[in-house]
């Protein structure tokens, strides 16, 4: 069966970066697409970037270039995540995605909380 | 890449039907039919319900159905029960190969 388990909680610093890793199991990794998705605490749904797992070309939300970065380990069956500078209102759920057909994103990682605090 | 608008609250009584809309612009909803809705119960991971537009995936209960109008798509409840009470994002592919998510929905069950 598809599943993406993701690395664990993280606490930060302000100014510091966080990578989070999803791991995935249960199909060929290369190929569909990886979207990631962050929750902060009580609002709504917000996309950060997505990788072609397949040929590693790779798309930012405009609100986290430069900051984010989507890399994939072919061999791993592994995305990462990585997120720098961070601020105290990047404290969130960081969500991994496999996408299925045109967008749908049709299997979730449990998440993983990052809480940035001094 | 504004949020897709979405109402804050929708609400039914069982056995009813409820429909939520999702207001893009042409440079999204209006111009590619890559829509997709997701439902999230609080404190879990959301769960694909519609994909581009109408699609359900297989196990998605046929009381969901999805469509879009110009630059707003819909995600109805038929016959609406209280496991549908979640949360309701829709989602939508824009120009320049980005995505967008909409402000969300909380449907409540009277």
């Known amino acids: 069966q598809v599943q993406l388990v993701q690395s664990g909680a993280e606490v930060k610093k302000p100014g510091a970066s966080v990578k989070v890793s999803c791991k995935a199991s249960?199909?060929?990794?290369?190929?569909?697409?990886m979207h990631w998705v962050r929750q902060a605490p009580g609002q709504r749904l917000e996309w950060l970037a997505w990788i072609n797992v397949g040929n590693d070309n790779t798309k930012y939300s405009q609100k986290f270039q430069g900051r984010v970065t989507i890399t994939r380990d072919t061999s791993a069956s592994t995305a990462y995540m990585e997120l720098s500078s961070l601020r105290y209102e990047d404290t969130a759920v960081y969500y991994c995605?496999?996408?299925?057909?045109?967008?749908?994103?049709?299997?979730w990682g449990q998440g993983t909380l990052v809480i940035v605090s001094s | 890449q504004s949020a897709l608008t979405q109402p804050p609250s929708v609400s039914g009584s069982p056995g009813q039907s409820v429909t939520i809309s999702c207001t893009g612009t042409s440079s999204d909803v209006g111009s590619y039919d890559r829509v997709s809705w997701y439902q999230q119960p609080p404190g879990t991971a959301p769960k694909l319900m519609i994909y581009?537009?109408?699609n359900r995936p297989s196990g998605v209960p046929d009381r969901f159905s999805g469509s879009k109008s110009g630059n707003t798509a819909s995600l109805t409840i038929s016959g609406l029960q209280a496991e549908d009470e979640a949360d309701y994002y829709c989602?939508?592919?824009?120009?320049?190969?980005?995505?967008?998510f909409g402000t969300g929905t909380k449907v409540t069950v009277l």
């Open positions: 995605a496999r996408v299925y057909g045109w967008g749908g994103l049709d299997y």
């Open positions: 249960g199909y060929t990794f290369t190929s569909h697409g």
């Open positions: 989602s939508s592919y824009t120009s320049g190969s980005l995505w967008v």
């Open positions: 581009e537009v109408s």
